[in-house]
């Protein structure tokens, strides 16, 4: 081999390695924007996750506070019924008293009459609690009187 012809196989193995390095540089830069492209995509999904689970957070103490607000609501209205039930078993006049002086049968259809008009459900004052105790006093006294 001269001379010359080692020269040209050198280079042309220079050229060849010139080539590679610049191939694999080029594969350098590739990849390197590649993995920015995924660190940049991977932050924006992180960015959006911590977001949702802010709201989330945010949410669930928002549910916590109506349920302790409808919690009381509950219990006030378990508490208020009761106390209106209990208004209303107080404010029931016991039946005797509605027909105590009735001393013969046509006094007691007259106070039953009468009785009627004031307490009946459909006026202003009317109680159906208060109709049923008359009812069942006019009934006892009917019996009494042979009605």
Do not use: W
Request: net charge negative.
């Amino acid at each position: 081999m001269t001379l010359e012809e080692e020269r040209r196989a050198l280079d042309e193995q220079r050229r060849s390695l010139e080539r590679e390095r610049r191939e694999f540089t080029r594969r350098v830069e590739i990849e390197d924007r590649r993995l920015e492209q995924q660190q940049q995509l991977f932050e924006m999904k992180f960015k959006i996750l911590e977001e949702e689970l802010q709201k989330l957070a945010t949410e669930k103490a928002h549910v916590e506070k109506q349920k302790a607000f409808y919690s009381r609501v509950t219990d006030y209205e378990t508490n208020s019924r009761a106390s209106e039930r209990a208004v209303k078993e107080s404010n029931i006049v016991k039946g005797e008293l509605f027909f105590s002086g009735v001393g013969s049968k046509q006094s007691l259809k007259k106070r039953y009459k009468d009785l009627i008009k004031i307490y009946h459900p459909d006026n202003l004052d009317g109680d159906t609690d208060t109709i049923q105790e008359i009812n069942s006093e006019y009934d006892k006294l009917c019996a009494l009187y042979e009605i």
